[in-house]
């Protein structure tokens, strides 16, 4: 059933496809790239150039203020003042770490009533070489590998993908060059005497969704990770939609159907079926899940690892033996059983690993798997240069092509990354397309100058982001009137500092941290905190295989939030609605909404209302400070600044009224400060830290708290 509603879907496509005219130009219709495809200033390798002349020349800090002020002056605009030190000490702090600075550190850096250079510098590389660097920038790097912890498609089943997820973590605090980073994830498992953490680096293509369903053609989905593998490799790498050139050719971008499966001839010999066999809880169908999810990584620890190998050298023994007595036979079912049970607890990773013999690959017809045309030979795309010499017609000679110095997109595609990353906005705002659809450059010769020194500093990405983070560009205000707002509402022209609502992992674990409730524990499997009951069975239908979603209970509770369990099939819905993506393909870049859901979301989730008690029990136990003080600790510890003087009045009105209410109503004041598992101090008074919890709960959904300025 499913198949051939692939197959009309996909005949569909190639209608419409052919009905649609192409209108070149269109969005930027004076711009003569877009008429030649192949002079798309995409296509053609960066160029490095002299920096602009600036008429405000003490302006800038380093090259990247020149393009940036160049850009400026040439449409008559100005920069805006330089941030006050304690909005850039949490802007950087967030942007680096994902978590805000504490009113300690803040103001020992504000010793001297100001952020000297030398102290925002000193205070960029600590940051930089923090190990929640890596957990925050791997937020970014999951979405666009579609990185989850389920297979997807109708049962959603689990499985293990969390060691490539610590590997990312890892390789980015190690500041791991991103030539190596890429080759590693590409082809880490053909690289020369390849290490445990360069085949784990492997599981970058195979984060797909892989179906579990009955009655679907094994072919027909084994091409359908392969296409998959296609689609990751070019967006996250390249910002191409290569996708488009499956059913026909690519009607805006110089790509021909022939050469998409040119490409795709690099994915096509995986040692791999395109569907996962029965579930690891039945213990006699564990082995055959294990080969139609091959190929995977055994990572046992110690005990398992010497259990296994003693299991198997005897099961070889009694399974070579052609003359089994009875009680050999029965030995033999025993230990396949015990097998079976210690595959079960053991951890496996779905790596990639080439077939011996390389599979034929075909031209095929409309996208439809079983419709062979031509044969082809792996390639890349005749608008690119060619595979560097002596580079293999394998995924490492595609991965030497794409980190190769002649390669014109993949150092733009990753600094542009950096870039939304602290700007909201790419350089090219459509960061998933470069092509001749894509927008243009805002600021053309300074992407190419990042992208060149991004090369020349041998792909070291810590040292661009410094540069990006001690550019005067970075380091303006946000603030902004509403005349400049509507001149230039997404900051296009970068005459401000960047503004914008977090992620909700980070405001997630903005909460857990200034409530002092965060768990610091780095890498190990995937976590599960609260979640509304009975949403994976919503999904899940009848199936009893997934739809029951166990809580973990402790610290395991509080951990950062790159840690929780993704189910493709029901993300975690307090993420979901900050606009987390499904993950089922590579997600580029997030929307950003604001809707109320959020905040009821901010004020009734138990994550943030235990999060407000742990906030209020923080600013309670400093005994000796009075209410107002105890306002403003809190309102530093959320926003980083103290409150106004109106401010503090509204809340010291809040805690007033509230406090009232819940001497008169105890009982509500009890169930408030229960929610969660963390157990409220019993040394409080709980009338009283039910009120402070009602401050904190308003300090945490305040905008300021949520949003990046």
Same mark, same amino acid.
């Given at each position: 059933?499913?198949?051939?509603?692939?197959?009309?879907?996909?005949?569909?496509?190639?209608?419409?496809?052919?009905?649609?005219?192409?209108?070149?130009?269109?969005?930027?219709?004076?711009?003569?790239?877009?008429?030649?495809?192949?002079?798309?200033w995409a296509f053609m390798r960066p160029r490095r150039l002299p920096l602009p002349h600036v008429g405000k020349t003490n302006w800038p800090r380093n090259a990247i203020d020149y393009f940036v002020l160049d850009r400026m002056e040439q449409h008559g605009l100005v920069p805006s003042p330089? *941030?006050?030190?304690?909005?850039?000490?949490?802007?950087?702090?967030?942007?680096?770490?994902?978590?805000? =600075?504490?009113?300690?550190?803040?103001?020992?850096?504000?010793?001297?009533?100001?952020?000297?250079?030398?102290?925002?510098?000193?205070?960029?590389?600590?940051?930089?070489?923090? =190990?929640?660097?890596?957990?925050?920038?791997?937020?970014?790097?999951?979405?666009?590998?579609?990185?989850?912890?389920?297979?997807?498609?109708?049962?959603?089943?689990?499985?293990?993908?969390? =060691?490539?997820?610590?590997?990312?973590?890892?390789? +980015?605090?190690?500041?791991?060059?991103?030539?190596?980073?890429?080759?590693?994830?590409?082809?880490?498992?053909?690289?020369?005497?390849?290490?445990?953490?360069?085949?784990? $680096?492997?599981?970058?293509?195979?984060?797909?969704?892989?179906?579990?369903?009955?009655?679907?053609?094994?072919?027909?989905?084994?091409?359908?990770?392969?296409?998959?593998?296609?689609?990751?490799?070019?967006?996250?790498?390249?910002?191409?939609? @290569?996708?488009?050139?499956?059913?026909?050719?690519?009607?805006?971008?110089?790509?021909?159907?022939?050469?998409?499966?040119?490409?795709?001839?690099?994915?096509?010999?995986?040692?791999?079926?395109?569907?996962?066999?029965?579930?690891?809880?039945?213990?006699?169908?564990?082995?055959?899940?294990?080969?139609? @999810?091959?190929?995977?990584?055994e990572l046992p620890d110690a005990q398992q690892r010497s259990k296994l190998n003693s299991l198997r050298q005897r099961l070889r023994q009694l399974e070579d033996n052609p003359e089994k007595t009875d009680e050999e036979n029965e030995e033999l079912g025993e230990l396949r059983g015990q097998?079976?049970?210690?595959?079960?607890?053991?951890? @496996?990773?779905?790596?990639?690993?080439?077939?011996?013999?390389?599979?034929?690959?075909?031209?095929?017809?409309?996208?439809?798997?079983?419709?062979?045309?031509?044969?082809?030979?792996?390639?890349?795309? %005749?608008?690119?240069?060619?595979?560097?010499?002596?580079? =293999?017609? /394998?995924?490492?000679?595609?991965?030497?092509?794409?980190?190769?110095?002649?390669?014109?997109?993949?150092?733009?595609?990753?600094?542009?990354?950096?870039?939304?990353?602290?700007?909201?906005?790419?350089?090219?705002?459509?960061?998933?397309?470069?092509?001749?659809?894509?927008? +243009?450059? %805002?600021?053309?010769?300074?992407?190419?100058?990042?992208?060149?020194?991004?090369?020349?500093?041998?792909?070291?990405?810590? *040292?661009?982001?410094?540069?990006?983070?001690? %550019? &005067?560009?970075?380091?303006?205000?946000?603030?902004?009137?509403?005349?400049?707002?509507?001149?230039?509402?997404?900051?296009?022209?970068?005459?401000?500092?960047?503004?914008?609502? @977090?992620?909700?992992?980070?405001?997630?674990?903005?909460?857990?941290?200034?409530?002092?409730?965060?768990?610091?524990?780095?890498?190990?499997?995937?976590?599960?905190?609260?979640?509304?009951?009975?949403?994976?069975?919503?999904?899940?239908?009848?199936?009893?295989?997934?739809?029951?979603?166990?809580?973990?209970?402790?610290?395991?509770?509080?951990?950062?939030?790159?840690?929780?369990?993704?189910?493709?099939?029901?993300?975690?819905? $307090?993420?979901?609605?900050?606009? *987390?993506?499904?993950?089922?393909?590579?997600?580029?870049?997030? %929307?950003?909404?604001?809707?109320?859901?959020?905040?009821?979301?901010?004020?009734?989730?138990?994550?943030?209302?235990?999060?407000?008690?742990?906030?209020?029990?923080?600013?309670?136990?400093?005994?000796?400070?009075?209410?107002? &003080?105890?306002?403003?600790?809190?309102?530093? +510890?959320?926003?980083?600044?103290?409150?106004?003087? &109106?401010?503090?009045?509204?809340?010291?009105?809040?805690?007033?009224?509230?406090? $009232?209410?819940?001497?008169? /109503?105890?009982?509500?004041?009890?169930?408030?400060?229960?929610?969660?598992?963390?157990?409220?101090?019993?040394?409080?008074?709980?009338?009283?830290? &039910?009120?402070?919890?009602?401050?904190?709960?308003?300090?945490?959904?305040?905008?300021?708290?949520?949003?990046?300025?």
């Amino acid at each position: 059933m499913q198949s051939h509603f692939i197959g009309r879907l996909l005949i569909c496509c190639w209608i419409i496809g052919r009905l649609v005219t192409p209108v070149s130009g269109e969005s930027q219709p004076d711009h003569p790239d877009r008429i030649n495809a192949k002079n798309h200033w995409a296509f053609m390798r960066p160029r490095r150039l002299p920096l602009p002349h600036v008429g405000k020349t003490n302006w800038p800090r380093n090259a990247i203020d020149y393009f940036v002020l160049d850009r400026m002056e040439q449409h008559g605009l100005v920069p805006s003042p330089v *941030a006050d030190g304690t909005t850039l000490i949490r802007r950087v702090a967030l942007d680096i770490t994902g978590l805000p =600075p504490t009113p300690q550190e803040i103001d020992d850096l504000l010793r001297s009533q100001s952020l000297r250079d030398n102290d925002y510098t000193s205070l960029i590389d600590r940051l930089l070489g923090s =190990p929640h660097y890596g957990e925050r920038m791997a937020r970014q790097w999951l979405d666009v590998s579609r990185y989850a912890d389920t297979n997807g498609h109708n049962t959603d089943s689990g499985r293990s993908m969390w =060691p490539w997820r610590d590997w990312v973590v890892q390789a +980015l605090n190690e500041n791991k060059p991103y030539d190596q980073f890429l080759v590693e994830q590409i082809a880490g498992d053909l690289l020369p005497n390849a290490t445990l953490q360069q085949r784990i $680096a492997t599981g970058f293509n195979r984060n797909h969704i892989i179906n579990h369903e009955g009655g679907n053609f094994i072919e027909e989905y084994r091409i359908e990770n392969v296409v998959d593998r296609v689609h990751a490799t070019a967006t996250v790498f390249m910002g191409l939609t @290569m996708k488009c050139a499956r059913c026909h050719e690519h009607k805006y971008d110089p790509i021909s159907q022939p050469e998409f499966y040119r490409f795709a001839a690099f994915f096509n010999n995986v040692a791999e079926v395109g569907q996962v066999g029965p579930q690891v809880n039945n213990l006699t169908s564990v082995t055959r899940w294990i080969s139609f @999810m091959k190929p995977l990584l055994e990572l046992p620890d110690a005990q398992q690892r010497s259990k296994l190998n003693s299991l198997r050298q005897r099961l070889r023994q009694l399974e070579d033996n052609p003359e089994k007595t009875d009680e050999e036979n029965e030995e033999l079912g025993e230990l396949r059983g015990q097998r079976d049970e210690l595959y079960k607890s053991t951890t @496996m990773a779905l790596v990639m690993e080439d077939l011996p013999e390389p599979r034929q690959t075909f031209v095929l017809v409309r996208g439809q798997y079983d419709q062979h045309a031509e044969k082809v030979n792996a390639g890349v795309p %005749s608008i690119f240069p060619p595979l560097p010499k002596h580079a =293999p017609p /394998n995924r490492l000679g595609l991965a030497q092509w794409l980190v190769d110095a002649s390669h014109p997109l993949t150092a733009r595609v990753a600094v542009n990354r950096l870039w939304q990353s602290y700007f909201g906005i790419g350089l090219v705002k459509t960061t998933e397309d470069f092509g001749i659809q894509g927008d +243009l450059p %805002s600021h053309p010769l300074l992407l190419d100058w990042l992208a060149t020194e991004l090369v020349r500093t041998g792909w070291n990405v810590k *040292a661009v982001q410094k540069l990006i983070l001690n %550019s &005067a560009t970075y380091r303006q205000s946000s603030q902004v009137t509403a005349e400049a707002h509507a001149r230039d509402p997404e900051n296009r022209q970068l005459t401000r500092g960047p503004r914008f609502r @977090m992620s909700g992992e980070m405001i997630r674990d903005t909460a857990l941290a200034v409530s002092g409730l965060l768990n610091h524990r780095m890498g190990g499997p995937s976590v599960r905190p609260y979640q509304p009951a009975g949403l994976w069975k919503e999904v899940d239908g009848l199936t009893e295989l997934a739809g029951v979603y166990r809580q973990d209970h402790g610290g395991a509770l509080f951990r950062r939030t790159v840690y929780t369990y993704w189910k493709r099939g029901s993300p975690p819905p $307090a993420l979901l609605v900050f606009d *987390a993506p499904v993950r089922e393909t590579c997600a580029m870049r997030r %929307s950003r909404t604001n809707t109320p859901l959020q905040s009821l979301v901010l004020l009734n989730d138990p994550t943030y209302v235990e999060a407000a008690r742990g906030l209020a029990e923080r600013v309670l136990n400093q005994a000796d400070l009075t209410p107002e &003080a105890r306002i403003t600790l809190a309102f530093r +510890l959320a926003t980083a600044r103290p409150p106004q003087s &109106a401010e503090r009045d509204v809340l010291l009105s809040v805690f007033n009224s509230q406090l $009232a209410r819940f001497r008169e /109503n105890q009982s509500a004041a009890i169930e408030l400060v229960r929610v969660g598992e963390s157990e409220p101090n019993q040394q409080l008074n709980t009338q009283e830290l &039910a009120a402070w919890t009602t401050v904190a709960s308003i300090i945490l959904n305040l905008d300021e708290t949520i949003t990046k300025r």
